[in-house]
DNA sequence: TACGTCCTTGACGCTTCCTTGACGCCCGCG
DNA sequence: CGCGGGCGTCAAGGAAGCGTCAAGGACGTA
């Protein structure tokens, strides 16, 4: 299955040659052009890999490496201008887990961003199925069984559970959800929520009215329970 | 196996010099003059390797890799007659696979072009076939046949069926159908899957009207169900 | 030129799905 | 004690997607 890198790169030419080269490799490609929105992008969209440029226009790029560190365990490849040896050894302290130096070849970079998720499955491979009770989501073929038997979703409730599933345990805040399944300009439509949390309860739990799994945490958001 | 190539090539008499050549040497040739024309061929062909000159009249050569590396990874051999690196450089960063400079000996760049397809192959696997129930689905031979005798398919319906046969018992996205089948531009053309998929069934299921093996899943895409 | 193959497009009926509205419940707060 | 906001449920309307048939029309070939 195909890997997710988010590109945190401000020279939109190089962003380009790079997001067109992934891509060409099977990557699915997500780009920030600074350190902020890099940040942001990396909490919602969950990439498999981040491949950080140092010399940002808003940030210091040992900023962006602390951000992420706070919250995330995913391996950081990051590309710099400079040639030696001092912002290296701080980058990888605090926390990358590689360092590509420009002009790089674009070969290499790609075999470096491999090894940096081959790695990081090793010691804590990616779960393309969830299960939760009797409930068994396969999140690439979209796929949802209960006690063995498939149950069918519609597009907009799947996009609903896919969410759920991938944040296991987690509480997703109402806005999110709204903004993920439906698009952006639809965090209001908290009507939508509860139709949706409702159909999937009646699909999926034992007692839809006492749900076990997709729990709602008022005023905040969903969490379906392991 | 015959593999088939794209040439890229404004000048009549190195087109038909190719052509002729390539021929002889086993290879399928489709040709196209311009830069436009030679992303429509690939869209419609479906090649396994293209051979690009640079100097196009319509578009820079950069622009056609650009726009095949949107949405396939097709190797692609460029061909120039600028004998410095940059644009070198620029090509193989676009996504381009090697690079031969004119004039250039026929035997290398048929070397090349076989270098391309085979290692394309090495990194995408080929499984020569696939079977579902009574279908033989033959990859390499680009056949099928039901319960042991052929079935004839367009181009179209075939390039459908294989690219479900190299996702068996995956769901592929609508888009990504329209994306591999029809070209970049078809995305919206839902039309064409709803003729296409009752055409195979026809073909293929026992039981059209209640497929078993081509299954579409609403809203979302098309499966092969094993 | 005539023919055959195949792609494209239109029309129609049917099913599925999204959206929206109405209503009742619970709970905190004035 | 009444009120409002967030939540859960049900149902209806319309939009979008699907399956089918068939008629142009482009293209290559006899």
Redo the contacts with the bound molecule.
Sequence with gaps: MSHKVLVVEDEPALARALAINLRSHGWEVVTAADGRSGLDAAATTHPDVVLLDLGLPDLDGTEVISGLRGWTSVPIVVLSARQHGEDKVEALDLGADDYVTKPFAMNELMARLRAAVRRAEEVAPTVSTVQVGGLLIDLARKRVARDGTDV?L????WAFLELLARNLGRLVP?EQVLREV?GPGYEH???????Y??QL??KLEDN??HPRHLV?T???GYTLEP
């Design positions: 069918r519609t597009p907009t409730e109402r439906w439509e908290g009507h939508y929520l509860r139709v949390a409702a309860r009646r839809p009215a709602t008022s005023g905040l």
